[in-house]
């Protein structure tokens, strides 16, 4: 049986990225949930205790933002929605009950991996911009109370939306069998990019014909 070749769909660079990101959104995500009621603030122990995880939460917020930004500009492009991602997504829900045949071949990401992307972005663009506006002692003394309360709230509701979309991305990612191996090692299979990413594996191989 001739065995099935592997295709890079990361770098070494894109996926040191990927995980500097999902470890410093752990950090945030942890300390950030330590304040958001006070049956998380055992949390605090994690780095320290109440003090320094004020201290350390932003710094990890900026540090998560910086390092998405740097994918960001790798992959928007590849995350633009086209004609294809509509119907894929009004087939979504036969992929759901186990009806793959009337998917329609996608490139290197789906619909709902562009949304989970897009949703990630847009997230934490909220989060940078609203965590500088209370963060205290630097910045906070130059907006009114109530603009800061404000965004307090919408810190609180782009985090919440950040958690669960990355819920979503690393449930998927275990639920699609061959999926891990990309950011664990760089590469996939023929098989797995044929099946689930018909037109990348198209674009990947073509030079071999």
Do not use: C
């Not at 470890?23 to 009621?37: D, E, M, P, T, Y």
């Not at 209370?134 to 003394?141: D, I, Y």
């Not at 299979?189 to 689930?196: F, G, I, L, M």
Request: net charge positive.
């Amino acid at each position: 049986m001739r065995r099935d070749s592997l295709l890079l769909r990361y770098t070494d660079s894109e996926r040191m990225n990927h995980w500097v990101i999902a470890i410093f959104f752990v950090f945030a995500a942890l300390s950030g949930l330590a304040f958001f009621h006070p049956a998380f603030f055992f949390l605090t122990n994690l780095f320290g205790g109440g003090s320094w995880s004020r201290i350390l939460h932003p710094f990890f917020g900026v540090i998560m933002f910086v390092s998405f930004l740097g994918l960001f500009f790798r992959l928007w492009r590849a995350n633009v929605m086209t004609d294809a991602d509509r119907e894929w997504r009004r087939h979504s829900a036969d992929m759901l009950r186990g009806d793959k045949s009337k998917m329609p071949p996608v490139g290197k990401y789906n619909a709902g991996q562009k949304g989970i992307f897009w949703a990630m972005a847009v997230s934490l663009a909220v989060l940078i911009v609203t965590g500088v506006m209370f963060w205290r002692p630097w910045f906070a003394p130059y907006f009114p109370i109530t603009v800061g309360r404000i965004a307090v709230l919408l810190h609180a509701i782009a985090a919440v939306v950040l958690i669960l979309a990355t819920i979503v991305h690393v449930y998927a990612a275990i639920w699609v069998k061959g999926t891990v191996r990309a950011m664990t090692r760089g590469t996939v299979t023929e098989s797995w990019a044929r099946q689930h990413h018909a037109l990348w594996h198209r674009d990947m191989t073509q030079g071999r014909r």
